[in-house]
């Protein structure tokens, strides 16, 4: 089942402005991480926010956390032509016994930056 | 170079053969994973393993099967019992469960 729905699923910008990306969940998770995945490559981590975290940042990446939400945001500021990709959040949910986390990703958001 | 790998990049298989992609990694990760992947759609679970010889299913194990001999590697068999078994799959490994993941460049089948 799919844990994270992430919103728009399709995103078109011009270089240098700023695209914000959204991630809705369902359960209590211990974090949240945000990946991109370029046309038909593997996926490459990102960045990784705690559940007692509310933001974070790397380089041109802003992540945000609202846990009474259950939602995520991310930024990327001053976009380049580099950065299209697809975007996806994965949810890492525990078990009730504690064991097993495993993560769970969203369809993802298919970002284009047009030069 | 550290890393994580997989093969073949492309895979052709005939309706009622079985197939293993190979997935291997040499950063000392505990815990590795099998997904796969549809067009349009996200990744979704198929295996994963936390500790050498053993491994759980994941939300779609059925017409998979894997093993887990070694730390660093981690086979991947889709068998005649997979009914739809065109996609691209990814094979993935973190320090442990929870942490950040590693994917490899996927492989991608074909049933023809």
């Known amino acids: 089942s799919q844990q994270g729905e992430e919103d728009p699923q399709a995103l078109s910008i011009q270089e240098g402005e700023n695209a914000t990306m959204n991630c809705s969940y369902k359960?209590?998770?211990?974090?949240l991480q945000w990946y991109r995945q370029n046309s038909g490559r593997g996926l490459v981590h990102l960045i990784l926010?705690?559940?007692?975290?509310r933001e974070k940042h790397s380089g041109r990446l802003r992540v945000t956390l609202d846990t009474s939400k259950k939602s995520s945001s991310l930024l990327i500021t001053a976009s380049r032509a580099a950065d299209t990709a697809s975007y996806f959040c994965?949810?890492?949910?525990?078990?009730?016994?504690?064991?097993?986390?495993?993560?769970?990703f969203g369809k993802g958001i298919t970002l284009s930056v047009r030069p | 170079d550290g890393g994580i790998t997989q093969s073949p990049k492309y895979l052709f298989r005939k309706e009622g053969q079985n197939v293993t992609l190979s997935c291997e990694q040499n950063?000392?990760?505990?815990?590795m994973y099998w997904y796969r992947q549809d067009p349009g759609q996200g990744l979704r679970l198929i295996y994963y393993?936390?500790?050498?010889?053993?491994?759980q299913k994941g939300d779609i194990a059925e017409g998979y099967s894997v093993s887990r001999e070694k730390k660093e590697s981690f086979p991947l068999t889709v068998t005649s019992a997979q009914k739809n078994p065109t996609a691209f799959y990814l094979c993935?490994?973190?320090?442990?469960?929870?942490?950040?993941?590693?994917f490899g460049p996927g492989t991608r089948l074909t049933v023809l």
């Open positions: 993935a490994s973190s320090i442990w469960e929870g942490n950040e993941q590693f």
């Open positions: 359960t209590s998770i211990n974090n």
């Open positions: 926010i705690r559940s007692n975290e």
């Open positions: 994965a949810t890492d949910e525990r078990g009730d016994t504690g064991a097993n986390s495993k993560l769970t």
């Open positions: 950063l000392n990760h505990d815990a």
């Open positions: 393993s936390q500790i050498v010889n053993d491994f």
